[in-house]
C-alpha cells in the first residue's frame, strides 16, 4: 500500500502561482504512476496531470496546459504540481492519486491524498 499525504494549497489571487507537494510512503514509489486531479463544487473530479515510474507525462488536461507542470523526485518521495498564471476557474480541491498501472487520466486511482483547497481570486 501507497499512503500519500498532500500540502501547498492555499488562497491567491488570479495570476499567481502555487506549488502543490504530495509526500508518499513505501519503498516502491519510483514504480508507481502518481497523477493529480481536481474537483469543483458541483462538478465531476476531472484529471490535470500524471507521470509515470519512468518519468513519462501523461499529455495535461486542455485547461491547464502551458500553465501547469507535474515533476517528481524520488529521492524525496515525492511529486509535485507546479501551477503558474491560477485563474479563478482553477479553484477546486486538488488530489493527488497513485497507481501501479499506467492509468494515465483514468480515475480510478488505487490510492488518494486527502485533498488540498486552491482558491483562486478574481
Known amino acids: 500500500q501507497v499512503q500519500l499525504v498532500e500540502s501547498g494549497g492555499g488562497l491567491v489571487q488570479a495570476g499567481g502561482s502555487l506549488r502543490l507537494s504530495c509526500a508518499a510512503s513505501?519503498?516502491?514509489?519510483?514504480?508507481?504512476?502518481m497523477a493529480w486531479f481536481r474537483q469543483a463544487p458541483g462538478k465531476e473530479r476531472e484529471f490535470v496531470a500524471g507521470?509515470?515510474?519512468?518519468?513519462?507525462?501523461?499529455p495535461y488536461a486542455d485547461s491547464v496546459k502551458g500553465r501547469f507542470t507535474i515533476s517528481r523526485d524520488n529521492a524525496k518521495n515525492t511529486v509535485y504540481l507546479q501551477m503558474n498564471s491560477l485563474k479563478p476557474e482553477d479553484t477546486a480541491v486538488y488530489y493527488c492519486a497513485a497507481d501501479q498501472r499506467l492509468l494515465g487520466a483514468n480515475k480510478n486511482y488505487d490510492y488518494w491524498g486527502q485533498g488540498t483547497q486552491v482558491t483562486v481570486s478574481s
Open positions: 507521470i509515470r515510474w519512468s518519468g513519462i507525462i501523461t
Open positions: 513505501g519503498r516502491t514509489f519510483s514504480s508507481y504512476t
